[in-house]
Each structure stands twice: as C-alpha cells, then as structure tokens.
C-alpha cells in the first residue's frame, strides 16, 4: 500500500473519530442541559410549594377522626374539626373557640362534656363560698388550662409549651414568666391552681 493511501486511510479514521467525539459531547451537553432544566423546575415547585403557606394541625380528642391535617394559612378552629369529620355527640362544641385563628404545629383537643363539668363545677361548697377544684399546671392538658379565667387556647398552649421546655413549675408566681401571663391575669387564676 502507497504511503498516500495509508495518510489518506489515516486521515479518514481520524475525520470518523473526531466526528464520533463531536456527536458524544453533544449527547452529554444535551443530557447536561434537560438535566439542568428538570432540576430548575424542581426548584420551582418546591419554591412554589413553600410559598403555599400551608400549616399542620393535630386534632384529638371528641371528634369523629383525629389526627393531623394540612391546612391553609389563617385557617380557624372551626376548619380544623371540620376536617376531622366534626363533633362526636358527647363533644362539649360550645367549650371550644370555634373562631380563632390556627397556628403550625398547633393541637386542637375537643374535650368531652364529662371532662368539662368535672373541671367546671365546684369541688364544694363551704358557708356560701364556693370552694372550686384546683387545676394542677404541671400535668394540666390545654383544654384543662383553658377552664382557668384568662386562659384561652393560645396562653394554654404557651404554659404547656414552656413546661415541656423548662420543666414543671416550681411555683405558682412562675406562671408569670410566660408571655401575656402579667399581674393582671395572674391575680384572676392564682386561687384555682395548684403545682402538686
């Protein structure tokens, strides 16, 4: 074979192989670039999914199925039983705040109209003066600290939630080292709560 033969020869095999090298970097920067974009739109939703504002919120207690539901933003109590499937009959509806506003991570419990007259009704009375059962903050649930006059279902979530930070309460006066529990609402609940 002729010298001119084997370059020509050799200059095709080099032509054939810069060729395949050139169509393989365009396949990888094909690939690179759908990649690219699927991860961009991946992105986007779970940008748009943050955005969503949407909150998670356990219900227990009287309703027809408890558990935890995913909620919009500003929903209220009502919406989060509704969710659940409403009321059992032996609810105690009119004990809840119906209205207020949900925050994440918040517990909506239901209590029953059983539990609400054991902690509602006087313990007994003694020369005209009611004598009222004491409700105990180190092992009160929210829907018992809510029977306390001042307590509505945020500031009974604050005092478990600082229970469960700090541990129980040592004293009474350390109520007041919770946010919007001051002097004022203080004085209102002192005589009905108990540490032991």
């Given amino acids: 074979m002729s010298n001119i033969k084997k370059i020509s020869m050799l200059m095709g095999m080099m032509l054939c192989l810069l060729m395949a090298c050139t169509r393989a970097s365009e ?3 094909i690939v690179e670039k759908e990649t690219l974009e ?3 739109e991946e992105s986007t939703l779970l940008e748009e999914s943050r955005n969503e504002a949407v909150i998670f919120v356990e219900v227990c207690g009287m309703v027809m199925n408890p558990g935890v539901y995913r909620l919009e933003f500003g929903a209220r109590v009502f919406q989060a039983i509704e ?3 409403g009321y059992l009959e032996e609810a105690a509806a009119g004990y809840v705040n119906q209205a207020a506003i949900l925050a994440d991570g918040q517990q909506v419990r239901v209590p029953s ?3 609400v007259e054991v902690f509602m009704l006087p313990e007994e009375t003694v020369a005209g003066e009611e004598k ?3 409700v105990n903050i180190n092992t009160a649930d929210e829907s018992q600290l809510m029977t306390l006059p001042g307590i509505g279902q945020v ?3 604050w005092i478990v939630e600082y229970r469960n930070t700090n541990g129980n309460f040592n004293s009474i006066e350390e109520l007041k080292n919770i946010e919007g529990i001051k002097d004022g609402v203080y004085n209102k609940l002192k005589d009905r709560i108990s540490i032991n």
């Fill in 83 to 85: 969710a659940a499937g």
């Fill in 155 to 157: 500031k009974a979530g």
């Fill in 27 to 29: 396949q990888i920067i």
């Fill in 38 to 40: 699927e991860a961009i």
């Fill in 132 to 134: 009222v059962q004491l």
């Fill in 113 to 115: 109209k059983e539990e």
